[in-house]
């Protein structure tokens, strides 16, 4: 079992700049370090769309349209996987959620997450 936690989120003005952050507890014996990790977002009305993973091997993953602007990181010995995002857009609004797998290489669909965070809301304003 893995419970994760995301923090960070608020508002912003555009071409602003915010780092989430997603804290996560694992149950003994099991390691954090060997999960792949990943955002998240969904805005109201859309569905929720990747944004970015990372490997247990630290390998990121993006988005395209994130990609140059956003940047995922993770600590594992703090158990904890950030999101910096830079050059923010106003369609970058949206509830941020964290997930967990035990699998190791990158995933980018939302079903493929088995363990997911309660999310944090990130807005943009114009």
């Known amino acids: 079992q893995v419970n994760l936690v995301e923090s960070g989120g608020g508002v912003v003005q555009a071409g602003g700049s915010m780092r989430i952050s997603c804290v996560g507890s694992?149950?003994?014996?099991?390691?954090?370090?060997?999960?792949?990790m990943g955002w998240f977002r969904q805005a109201p009305g859309q569905e929720r769309e990747f944004v970015a993973a990372?490997?247990?091997?630290?390998?990121?993953h993006y988005t395209s349209s994130v990609q140059g602007r956003f940047t995922i990181s993770r600590d594992n010995a703090e158990n904890a996987i950030y999101l910096q995002m830079h050059g923010l857009k106003p369609e970058d609004t949206a509830v941020y959620y964290c997930?967990?797998?035990?699998?190791?290489?990158?995933?980018?669909?939302?079903?493929?997450?088995?363990?997911w965070g309660q999310g944090t809301q990130v807005t943009v304003s114009s």
């Open positions: 694992v149950a003994s014996g099991r390691a954090f370090g060997d999960k792949v």
């Open positions: 990372i490997t247990w091997a630290e390998f990121p």
């Open positions: 997930a967990a797998d035990h699998r190791r290489g990158i995933l980018t669909k939302a079903s493929e997450y088995a363990f």
